[in-house]
């Protein structure tokens, strides 16, 4: 029989595990498939674990891995993937706003074929109208950057066939954007439109600024035209001033020396200085991650899991095999 492994991550979800765990198990009760939970607590500090172990030992399908402090969702997926032992992998968020009545399609469109069936944010009248506007904004650009690399309105809901989970953990890079790494592992794949409800309990954990932050580590993650766009400006810039500098050369030596230029001279020194900084700013957002990479710090660090068959044994801390073969130098 078939295991589906649902992913799960969780930061301070006391209020929603239950109600996940109660509807999911329905849904997956109509199915012939062996179902795992794979909930990972992402340093949660309420009851979120003890939540977990008290399931735990109701049901054995339920797993947990406890990370030692909050690592981000996307570590917390990555680590769930790492432990999944299915044969098709689910990440969905506990506050079902990832309907757990589509899995069953998901898994149908899988034993059709497909590699990677992907859930797509129809209808997100739910989210504040800034948050619509600034993630249609960001897949856009994303997008373009990447010649259309992921699908616009995907989200982490999706289903991943075995195959592609392992070529995913083989991805090696420190800063993680799964969205993205997603779309570059490739394999067949098939959308599946939804409409996306509102949280059900607790609060959303992303805070505009987090999201910000979010965006730049995927786009300097997959596009290095950010560091592009400074050549092909300053070359414009360059040749602008050696023209404008031949003019006033010319000017100077047949018309005389004409002193005034106050003006002229602010603007261009303030508007050379802004566009250096800015530049030197994007430089340093590319540095900054390239001292992450360089690190190969682990990506995870399991404080505990549980219901796993190595329980106990040394934590994996998201960087020996199959994570990265060679990275272990
Ligand atoms: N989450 C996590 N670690 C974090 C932030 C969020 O594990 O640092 C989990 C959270 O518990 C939830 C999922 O990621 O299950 C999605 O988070 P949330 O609902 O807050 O995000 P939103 O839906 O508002 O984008
Ligand atoms: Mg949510």
Same mark, same amino acid.
């Given at each position: 029989?078939a295991?589906i492994?649902?992913?799960? =991550?969780?930061?301070?979800?006391?209020?929603?595990i239950?109600? !996940?765990?109660?509807?999911?198990s329905?849904? @997956?009760?109509g @199915?012939?498939?062996?179902? %795992?939970?794979?909930?990972?607590d992402?340093?949660?500090?309420?009851?979120t674990l003890s +939540?977990?172990?008290?399931?735990h %030992?109701?049901d054995?399908?339920?797993?947990?891995?406890?990370?030692?402090?909050n690592?981000?969702?996307e570590?917390a997926?990555?680590?769930?993937?790492y432990?999944?032992?299915?044969?098709?992998?689910?990440?969905?968020?506990?506050?079902?706003?990832d309907?757990p009545?589509?899995?069953?399609?998901?898994?149908?469109?899988?034993?059709n074929?497909?590699? @990677?069936v992907?859930?797509?944010r %129809?209808?997100?009248?739910?989210? /504040?109208?800034?948050?619509?506007w600034?993630?249609?904004?960001?897949?856009?650009?994303?997008?373009?950057?990447?010649?259309?690399?992921?699908? %616009?309105?995907?989200?982490?809901?999706?289903?991943?066939?075995?195959?592609?989970v392992?070529?995913?953990?083989?991805f090696?890079?420190?800063?993680? !954007?799964?969205?993205?790494?997603?779309?570059?592992?490739?394999f067949s794949?098939?959308?599946?439109?939804?409409?996306?409800p509102?949280?059900?309990?607790?609060?959303?954990?992303w /805070?505009g600024?987090?999201?910000?932050n979010?965006?730049?580590?995927g786009?300097?993650?997959? /596009?290095?035209?950010?560091l592009? +766009?400074?050549?092909?400006?300053?070359g414009?810039?360059?040749?602008?001033?050696?023209l404008?500098a031949?003019?006033?050369?010319l000017?100077?030596?047949?018309c005389?020396?004409?002193?005034?230029?106050y003006?002229?001279?602010?603007?261009?020194t303030?508007?050379?200085?802004?566009?250096?900084?800015?530049?030197?700013?994007?430089?340093?957002?590319y540095l900054?991650?390239? !001292?992450e990479?360089?690190?190969?710090? =682990?990506?995870f660090?399991?404080?505990?899991?549980?219901?796993?068959?190595d329980?106990?044994?040394? =934590?994996a801390?998201?960087?020996r095999?199959?994570?990265?073969?060679? /990275?272990?130098?």
């Amino acid at each position: 029989m078939a295991r589906i492994s649902l992913v799960i =991550p969780v930061l301070n979800e006391q209020e929603s595990i239950t109600l !996940f765990y109660e509807t999911m198990s329905e849904v @997956m009760a109509g @199915m012939r498939h062996d179902v %795992e939970f794979v909930f990972v607590d992402d340093g949660s500090t309420d009851a979120t674990l003890s +939540i977990l172990k008290r399931l735990h %030992e109701k049901d054995p399908r339920v797993k947990a891995v406890s990370l030692s402090r909050n690592f981000g969702k996307e570590y917390a997926l990555t680590a769930g993937f790492y432990h999944a032992t299915g044969d098709a992998v689910i990440p969905m968020d506990v506050d079902m706003q990832d309907p757990p009545q589509l899995v069953a399609t998901f898994v149908e469109h899988w034993e059709n074929g497909a590699e @990677m069936v992907i859930g797509v944010r %129809e209808d997100r009248l739910r989210d /504040s109208r800034a948050k619509r506007w600034s993630s249609s904004l960001f897949y856009k650009v994303f997008r373009f950057l990447t010649k259309n690399m992921i699908e %616009e309105n995907a989200g982490d809901f999706r289903l991943m066939s075995r195959r592609i989970v392992q070529e995913l953990l083989r991805f090696p890079e420190s800063v993680r !954007f799964n969205k993205g790494l997603y779309g570059c592992v490739g394999f067949s794949r098939v959308l599946v439109p939804y409409a996306r409800p509102a949280r059900q309990a607790g609060h959303s954990k992303w /805070s505009g600024w987090k999201l910000w932050n979010f965006a730049l580590d995927g786009i300097t993650s997959f /596009s290095t035209f950010p560091l592009r +766009i400074w050549s092909y400006l300053g070359g414009s810039i360059a040749l602008c001033g050696f023209l404008y500098a031949l003019f006033l050369v010319l000017r100077t030596l047949f018309c005389g020396v004409d002193v005034p230029g106050y003006a002229s001279i602010m603007v261009v020194t303030l508007t050379l200085g802004g566009l250096i900084l800015l530049s030197l700013g994007i430089i340093g957002e590319y540095l900054g991650r390239i !001292f992450e990479e360089v690190k190969r710090r =682990p990506l995870f660090i399991v404080r505990q899991t549980i219901g796993f068959a190595d329980d106990g044994a040394t =934590p994996a801390g998201g960087r020996r095999a199959p994570l990265s073969p060679d /990275s272990d130098r």
